[in-house]
């Protein structure tokens, strides 16, 4: 078992940066894959970054390439993801996840049922 808890989403205006951060606890964070989705209203969950257990190998969505980034230290727990060049569209509340099988995989995974354990999520709002 795993526990994830995020934190650091807010209000912002559109062009700021925010870090959202995710804190693990239970088992150690390199045995598992790490990613973000996001669930604006109205809409699935949607991938948005993912890094295997050491965060040498990464994936984006589309959407996000470029203006995210997810890091983690491992040591601490923790998993971020940098938004820089926020959208209006942007806004949607974040999840962090855990993968505990496609932790080596590269690039790891994006698909959302293969993450055992969510976080109940962080509300990023953006102002236009």
């Known amino acids: 078992q795993v526990q994830l808890a995020e934190f650091g989403g807010g209000l912002v205006q559109a062009g700021g940066s925010l870090r959202l951060s995710c804190q693990a606890s239970g088992r150690p964070l390199s045995n598992f894959a790490m990613g973000w989705f996001r669930q604006a209203p109205g809409k699935e969950r949607e991938f948005v970054a993912a890094?295997?257990?050491?965060?040498?190998?990464?994936y984006y969505a589309d959407s996000v390439k470029g203006r995210f980034t997810i890091s983690r230290d491992t040591a601490k727990g923790l998993v971020h993801l940098l938004m820089n060049s926020l959208k209006p569209e942007d806004a949607a509340v974040y999840f962090c996840?855990?993968?505990?099988?496609?932790?080596?995989?590269?690039?790891?995974?994006?698909?959302?049922?293969?993450?055992?354990?969510w976080g109940k999520g962080t509300q990023v709002t953006v102002s236009s």
């Open positions: 996840a855990a993968d505990p099988n496609g932790s080596r995989r590269i690039p790891p995974p994006m698909d959302q049922s293969e993450y055992e354990y």
């Open positions: 890094a295997n257990w050491s965060g040498s190998s990464k």
